[in-house]
């Protein structure tokens, strides 16, 4: 029985062919890369411009801090903490505090019994 | 079929040992990818649930890109005889396309031009694979290391370009594993690809007949 082997001849063309592919495979990934790296200083950048953004909006704000609020000291004297400012006062932590996740259900039974109280 | 007897070794060794580790690969990936995109339990269940799926899919991911580089590493000569024979596009290679090989039944043809060592549909299915597995590899990546670095939006292209060529590769794997293994005018392949290397050369002779004329040339 005869037998068929291919020769081992490497011809110029097949070598340009097989570099060409690598090469092409190469350009693929930078390309890739460059997109990623590109989208990647994009967000960076409407990052920092959003942050940016933030910090001006808020140093144009005539109240910046919520306990210096006239409003809110207003409404802790004559409510939330009659007499004084007493942040995280009890009315103040059932008020102001919501519950989530699984506390839910317990606070669904506790809003049955006692409507008046927000949260 | 000609009157040619004798055989003809059409994969060496290291190519069967990559196709076999590709194709090892590419099972589990395409098992554990629908497993759990799709949230089908009961593949990812075979894997050891969810979380170890997604790790299996990870490192088998790694193996699938190192299988090739070290082949192509260790084989350049051989990866360049393939890259050469399946870019190069002659009119034969056109007539095949035309006709399908034959392959489709109302596709009826008299005559299916002389081919080489890989017909025309082969070598659109590696120049396929190559892009595939290239842009699987480059979306692949990024989505396991860099999930925590990269915006959002290129994570959100890098899963939709990885799903899509997934699902363009299974369809175009699953069209190569039929007429390799099942199809009765071409199954004669499997065993050449999977097992020994060797093919008849009668069916050298006639399914890769300009291959086989240089072969005889230059034995």
């Known amino acids: 029985m005869s037998f068929f082997k291919e020769k081992s001849v490497f011809t110029r063309r097949q070598f340009v062919k097989g570099s060409g592919m690598l090469v092409a495979a190469a350009v693929l990934t930078g390309v890739f890369a460059k997109f990623g790296f590109d989208a990647f200083a994009a967000s960076d950048d409407y990052i920092e411009k959003r942050i940016a953004g933030m910090y001006s909006l808020d140093e144009s704000m005539a109240i910046r801090k919520s306990h210096e609020n006239p409003e809110i000291i207003q409404i802790y004297k004559e409510y939330l903490s009659p007499g004084e400012v007493k942040p995280v006062s009890e009315k103040a932590h059932h008020l102001l505090h919501t519950r989530y996740g699984k506390d839910i259900p317990d606070l669904m039974e506790h809003l049955k019994h006692d409507p008046t109280e927000a949260a | ?219």
């Open chain 2, 1 to 219: 079929m000609s009157d040619v007897t004798g055989k003809v070794l059409k994969h060496g060794e290291q190519t069967r040992t990559m196709h076999w580790v590709h194709l090892v690969c590419f099972i589990i990936l395409g098992l554990t990818g629908i497993g759990f995109y799709f949230d089908v339990m009961g593949i990812s269940n075979l894997f050891g649930g969810p979380a170890n799926a997604s790790l299996v899919h990870r490192w088998a991911g790694l193996v699938f890109t190192a299988g090739p580089a070290i082949y192509i590493l260790l084989n350049f000569e051989r990866f360049s005889k393939f890259a050469d024979t399946i870019s190069t596009f002659t009119k034969d290679d056109v007539g095949w396309l035309k006709t399908m090989g034959g392959y489709i039944p109302f596709l009826k043809t008299e005559e299916i031009p002389p081919q080489d060592k890989y017909n025309a549909g082969q070598k659109l299915l590696g120049g396929l694979i190559i892009v595939g597995c290239l842009l699987m590899i480059l979306t692949g990546f990024p989505m396991w290391l860099w999930r925590h670095l990269v915006p959002p939006a290129f994570l959100a292209v890098c899963y939709s370009v990885h799903f899509w060529v997934a699902v363009i590769l299974i369809l175009a794997i699953a069209g190569h594993f039929f007429l390799a293994a099942i199809h009765p005018k071409s199954r004669v392949e499997f065993s050449s690809m999977m097992l020994d290397g060797y093919i008849d050369a009668e069916i050298s002779a006639h399914h890769n007949e300009k291959w086989f004329a240089e072969l005889e040339k230059s034995q």
